[in-house]
Nanobody, 122 residues
Framework: VQLQASGGGLVQAGGSLRLSCAAS????????MAWFRQAPGKEREFVAS????????YYAESVKGRFSISRDNAKNTVYLQMNSLKPEDTAVYYC????????????????WGQGTQVTVSS
């Protein structure tokens, strides 16, 4: 599966953005999907994941209550709605796909999008 992330940009603290990740192929619904992020000089970290039929979602503690992950299998797309953004949310955001539900470490994911930059100004 090929992934294409979009929707990043520059936003003020407290603002919102919605990221999208479009997948190619007809097997999107058989993959669990996730968002990771990587800030300069830091390791890539887990943000949120959603099971293949959207029955389960998982969030990093740092984004719980502010971010929401969802998917539309008919459109082969996964979303990340980000509200109440903080400067520490600034990073390149990546979408990823695998066959293991609830995985939170990058090496568990088989496919990656190219990343989209999110910058939150204070």
């Amino acid at each position: 599966v090929q992934l294409q992330a979009s929707g990043g940009g520059l936003v003020q603290a407290g603002g919102s953005l919605r990221l999208s990740c479009a997948a190619s192929g007809r097997t999107f619904s058989t993959y669990h999907m996730a968002w990771f992020r990587q800030a300069p000089g830091k390791e890539r970290e887990f943000v949120a994941s959603i099971s293949m039929r959207a029955g389960g979602t998982y969030y990093a503690e740092s984004v719980k209550g502010r971010f929401s992950i969802s998917r539309d299998n008919a459109k082969n797309t996964v979303y990340l709605q980000m509200n109440s953004l903080k400067p520490e949310d600034t990073a390149v955001y990546y979408c990823a796909a695998n066959r293991v539900s609830g995985a939170t470490i990058p090496r568990s994911y088989d496919y990656w999008g190219q990343g989209t930059q999110v910058t939150v100004s204070s």
